[in-house]
T-cell receptor, first 110, second 114 residues
Framework: GQQLNQSPQSMFIQEGEDVSMNCTSSSIFNTWLWYKQDPGEGPVLLIA???AGELTSNGRLTAQFGITRKDSFLNISASIPSDVGIYFC??????????WGAGTKLIIKP | EPEVTQTPSHQVTQMGQEVILRCVPISNHLYFYWYRQILGQKVEFLVS????????KSEIFDDQFSVERPDGSNFTLKIRSTKLEDSAMYFC????????????FGPGTRLTVL
């Protein structure tokens, strides 16, 4: 089946630093979604991307849909403590299932 | 802001027992989904449901699983005879009937099979 490779697996950063994570696939997607999950909770949608090359921002978050439609990245600028959590990319090619990356765990060093 | 709700938040059951996990999707949404997440792992698709029928399902969604929309608001996942490996967080999600593929997730039900 389709697979998404998400990297890095985890990131240790200082508060105020910028963060970058990405997902790649061998398959083409029509939609890329980025979610954040806090412990014990459901994924919360951060950004949705629908067109190749599209660059979308949501506050300090910026995500791009790769030109080849096989990749996407998420940047977080000037990280703050509440950014801690696991970030997942998810790709979709139909109305139906989302294919998920393995997640990037963001940890902010005290 | 409307949200997906799920009950119970935690279900503990004995192996071989039947469980029903319940979800109330966002009211004007027409596409419904179940996903599961084994502790520390990625989210996995189980099934999607549209127009009162299953539209897509994964290999995980075998004959032990079923879904139902018994009325205009609830969407349920039934596991007929639970196994130890069914222990996971189960998430319900829903999507509006638009061109946009944004799926909104509930808080999850943690299923523990003993």
């Amino acid at each position: 089946g389709q697979q998404l490779n998400q990297s890095p697996q985890s990131m240790f950063i200082q508060e105020g630093e910028d963060v970058s994570m990405n997902c790649t696939s061998s398959s083409i997607f029509n939609t890329w979604l980025w979610y954040k999950q806090d412990p014990g909770e459901g994924p919360v949608l951060l950004i949705a991307l629908y067109k190749a090359g599209e660059l979308t921002s949501n506050g300090r978050l910026t995500a791009q849909f790769g030109i080849t439609r096989k990749d996407s990245f998420l940047n977080i600028s000037a990280s703050i403590p509440s950014d801690v959590g696991i970030y997942f990319c998810a790709g979709q090619y139909s109305n139906y299932q989302l294919i998920w990356g393995a997640g990037t765990k963001l940890i902010i060093k005290p | 802001e409307p949200e997906v709700t799920q009950t119970p938040s935690h279900q503990v059951t004995q192996m071989g027992q039947e469980v029903i996990l319940r979800c109330v999707p966002i009211s004007n949404h027409l596409y419904f989904y179940w996903y599961r997440q084994i502790l520390g792992q990625k989210v996995e698709f189980l099934v999607s449901f549209y127009n009162n029928e299953i539209s897509e399902k994964s290999e995980i969604f075998d004959d032990q699983f079923s879904v139902e929309r018994p009325d205009g608001s609830n969407f349920t996942l039934k596991i007929r005879s639970t196994k130890l490996e069914d222990s996971a967080m189960y998430f319900c999600a829903s999507k509006a009937p638009t061109l946009y593929n944004e799926q909104f997730f509930g808080p999850g039900t943690r299923l523990t099979v003993l």
